[in-house]
């Protein structure tokens, strides 16, 4: 069993920045997805980076504000989140997919593993 461990949500101000990470509890290459759960959507894909890094997705919405990376020297998984809107509030979770080999999807079935969920609080 493989925990995800999410942290760096908060509050800040509409046009802010923030970064979230997701640290698993022992090292993996899985493919990795951000997702949130909004006042007005629940269970959405967010973001998504292959086992090989090859691969990134993102939703339309968060598409040249948001960036996904990962750090393979500590298998820590970042989203980092700029040009924040109000819109973005929501609980952030991160997951992982170990068989979806040299790709990422953005639905939640293919993903086994979760964290707990971060808050991200935007002011408008």
Known sequence: QVQMIESGGGSAQAGG???LSC???KATNYAMGWF???PG???EGVSCISSTDGITHYEDSVKGRFTIS???ANNTVYLEMNSLKHEDTGVYYCAADPRSGYV????LVEY???GQGTQVTVSS
């Open 41 to 43: 959507k629940e269970g």
């Open 70 to 72: 990962r750090d393979k």
């Open 104 to 107: 990422c999807y953005m639905t």
């Open 36 to 38: 949130r759960q909004t």
């Open 17 to 19: 920045s923030l970064s």
């Open 112 to 114: 086994e593993f979760w």
């Open 23 to 25: 640290i698993p509890s």
